[in-house]
């Protein structure tokens, strides 16, 4: 809409060229508002070529006008991104490039991968035929591998048309790889009579084939009791003859990748259980009697001795306890001899001299020797013979 500065007749020029009946006879040109004081007109389906300078005159004396430029943006197309042939290989060189067209003024490509923005791209704008608006295309250069399989490219188109609302192109990666296999064991210290899963985790596009087991380089040599379940291999009731290496082979249309498995078959550890000792004292009594004749009779008291070693509850023989009275009866055998020992060293016998005899009761020592010679010719006098 033109408003003119002034009341009194208006006609609306484009360029000079086009005068007002002219204009008014396209189709896409309406008259709004006429008046003295307003000339109004609308385009509709505005093209490129309806850009340029709009000038609003009033014929008064003298001519006055007023001009205004109209600027026609060019809209980008909806960008294509080339260059992606599925599936690529893992480790490949890929080359994508993204284009639009017909952009006025050239339009803003950028790239992102996983919602993060390469920089590193390359750049080109193109003037179109009709020497108003520009094609653009940026490619990007990147080495693929297995972590951008399934990933998605983004190509999106920045321009002042657009209101804030960018365009975008998207492409899904496809990425073929070899598998990559790992074997994880049901528990870390595998034992003598258990039972032991191996899983083979293996990775790949396309998905692998059924993995195959072995064993040491040939095949499971007991198949009764090591069975395949899909990517398990159950080894029931392990022993030692189970040592060995095992390994898994993954296998798909790009390659073949393995992993092995050190199997070790350790003891089962002998574990005491926790028992409750009861405390009993069973009594012995050993019983020893010396008679020792002399000439007072003497004889050694009885002694009774405790094991507190003996267990309560002992169905056999218990030959603490055995070894225990043996020992009780030495010690009291030779306590008994050695106490009769000194009894008789105290007890000798007293012997007189036929010198000594008559003179415990003589008064004095002369009496003592005369009683003794008496003794003497007594004695001879009494001798007698016999034929």
């Not at 994508?96 to 920089?119: H, M, Q, Y």
Request: aromatic content about 6%.
């Amino acid at each position: 809409m033109i408003t003119p500065p002034s009341s009194g007749q208006i006609q609306l020029n484009r360029l000079s060229t086009l005068m007002t009946r002219k204009a008014l006879r396209d189709n896409r040109i309406e008259l709004v508002r006429a008046s003295w004081h307003e000339l109004s007109i609308s385009v509709s389906d505005v093209s490129l070529s309806d850009e340029g300078q709009y000038t609003c005159s009033l014929f008064t004396m003298p001519v006055k006008t007023s001009k205004a430029y109209l600027t026609v943006l060019g809209v980008p197309e909806k960008p294509q991104i080339s260059g992606f042939s599925s599936p690529v290989m893992e480790g490949d060189l890929m080359q994508l490039t993204c284009k639009t067209s017909g952009s006025k003024p050239a339009a803003d490509i950028r790239w992102f991968k996983n919602d993060k923005e390469i920089k590193d791209v390359k750049y080109l704008k193109e003037e179109d035929a009709n020497r108003k608006t520009f094609t653009v295309s940026s490619t990007l250069d990147f080495r693929v591998d297995r972590s951008d399989d399934g990933v998605a490219v983004i190509c999106r188109v920045d321009h002042e048309s657009l209101n804030a609302t960018p365009q975008v192109a998207m492409q899904v990666l496809e990425i073929h790889y070899t598998p990559s296999v790992k074997i994880i064991p049901s528990t870390p210290f595998p034992q003598e009579g258990q039972p032991l899963i191996l899983t083979c985790e293996s990775k790949g596009k396309p998905l692998p084939e059924p993995v195959l087991w072995t064993k040491d380089g040939g095949e499971l040599p007991d198949p009764d009791r090591m069975v395949v379940s899909g990517r398990e291999l159950n080894i029931l009731f392990l022993n030692k003859t189970d040592n060995g290496t095992y390994r898994c082979e993954a296998t798909n249309t790009i390659g073949q990748s393995s992993a092995e498995y050190v199997l070790i078959v350790h003891d089962v550890p002998n574990t005491l259980l926790p028992t409750t000792i009861i405390p009993s004292l069973t009594t012995a009594t050993v019983t020893t009697s010396v008679a020792i004749t002399t000439s007072p009779t003497t004889s050694a008291t009885t002694s009774s001795v405790r094991d507190p070693n003996a267990l309560a509850g002992q169905n056999g023989p218990d030959h603490a306890l055995i070894g225990g009275i043996v020992a009780v009866v030495v010690f009291v055998t030779l306590c008994s001899i050695f106490l009769l020992g000194r009894y008789l060293a105290r007890h000798k016998g007293t012997y007189l001299t036929n010198e000594a005899k008559g003179a415990e009761d003589a008064p004095d020592a002369d009496t003592a020797i005369i009683n003794a010679e008496g003794s003497q010719v007594n004695a001879e006098e009494k001798k007698e013979y016999f034929i």
